[in-house]
């Protein structure tokens, strides 16, 4: 099998939700389907869809703060790392590495 030894194609860097942004997500939450229109699911979805990208984001900006790149951790560290995401040990790897998960901006 090849390997894929091309470096991954750098990501935009999402943005935090507003204040606002926020408030209406949470809203959203607290209030049936039933009772949003079509405008407001659609809303719903954009606000999840930005929340989930900067999520990600966030988790991969935390364990290469807590995993640098070349220097040593604390033994135990990489499997508390990895136990602490939603990423396998080899994933956690490689974005620590920067070769996963790589933002621009």
């Known amino acids: 099998m090849p390997l894929n030894i091309t470096p ?3 990501q935009a ?5 507003t204040a606002d942004e926020r408030a209406r997500l949470e809203q959203y939450e607290t209030t049936p389907d039933q009772s949003k229109s079509e405008a407001d699911l659609l809303d719903e979805l954009k606000l999840r869809t930005l929340a989930e990208a900067w999520n990600k984001y966030r ?3 935390l364990i ?4 640098p790149e ?3 951790v604390r033994r135990g560290l990489i499997t508390e790392v990895t136990e ?3 990423y396998r040990r080899e994933y ?4 620590r590495e ?5 933002y621009k901006g």
Do not use: F, T
């Open 8 to 10: 991954p194609k750098p």
């Open 13 to 17: 860097k999402p943005r935090a939700l």
């Open 59 to 61: 988790g991969v900006e």
């Open 64 to 67: 290469r703060r807590l995993l």
């Open 70 to 72: 070349g220097a040593e």
């Open 84 to 86: 602490a995401s939603p």
């Open 92 to 95: 956690v790897g490689r974005i």
């Open 98 to 102: 920067h070769k996963a998960a790589v």
